[in-house]
């Protein structure tokens, strides 16, 4: 008999905040935006870091000032819009937002506290930014520290909530879902923000991938690899 588990509700909520965003009259998904500049010294909503509801709230107040009507502008223009002010998420900051709910309703941890980030003895400077500012200084590299996350070396012990992460660290998904039939993972659903690999794309960044094992007798991480159609990738879960 199958058997289908689930992020908590507080997490799907996070995700849906994302994939949901109501501005103006319409309702968009999130689109991407990494700092590829590393600066520090903006508003995390202008640097990928920001919440569905602060990248709300800075669209709003920025049509204010710029005269710009949310209700009737066209979805494109409106996508161009977020672009241009470098409003959107990034794949880590999307991971730590919805793991933040889930351990948070779960656990009652307070993952953000808890992710080691830098040495303070490496790097005392950059150690105490990242006690004001964790969530910006929260990246791929971070999240797949040994510190913070252990390897799942079998597909079978999957979970909602298990990261998975590209060996280069430059990307992560997000377990949403997994479908379980005879013990045997047979479905997965995974969510993301990546931009496209188009030249002056403008539109939806967070993406939800369906992975289905329907027709391999025993998947394993490799099955799951060729499906994202990716390079080598590893599964880890926070050790919380």
């Known amino acids: 008999m199958g058997q ?20 103006g009259k319409r309702t968009i998904v999130c689109p991407y935006f990494i700092n590829r500049l590393q600066a520090k010294a ?11 509801n602060e990248i709300v ?20 223009q409106l996508y161009q819009f977020l672009n241009k002010y470098h409003l959107g998420i990034d794949c880590s900051a999307l991971v730590t937002y919805v793991l933040t709910s889930e351990y948070k309703k779960k656990k009652h941890i307070n993952i953000i506290s808890r992710i080691h980030i830098v040495s303070l003895w ?23 520290n040994s510190k913070n996350s252990r390897e799942i070396k079998n597909l079978s012990q999957i979970l909602p909530g298990d990261m998975i992460v590209y060996c280069n660290l ?12 005879n013990n045997i993972v047979r479905e997965i659903t995974l969510i993301h923000a990546q931009r496209l690999i188009k030249e002056g794309y403008n539109g ?5 991938i ?31």
């Open 210 to 240: 369906k992975i289905s094992f329907a027709d391999i007798a025993h998947p394993n991480i490799e099955n799951l690899q060729k499906q994202i159609k990716k390079e080598k990738i590893i599964i880890r879960r926070l050790r919380f």
């Open 4 to 23: 289908k588990l689930f992020l908590s509700t507080p997490a799907q909520q996070t995700i849906d905040s994302y994939l949901k965003m109501a501005i």
């Open 122 to 144: 490496k790097k005392p400077f950059r150690y105490l930014i990242s006690l004001f500012r964790p969530i910006e200084n929260i990246s791929v590299r971070v999240l797949a």
């Open 204 to 208: 939806p960044g967070m993406h939800e």
């Open 42 to 52: 903006s508003l995390r909503v202008f640097l990928g870091k920001g919440t569905a």
């Open 170 to 181: 430059k990307h992560i998904l997000l377990v949403r879902d997994v479908e379980i039939e």
């Open 57 to 76: 709230e800075e669209v709003q107040l920025i049509a204010r000032q710029k005269n710009i009507n949310l209700e009737t502008i066209p979805e494109q």
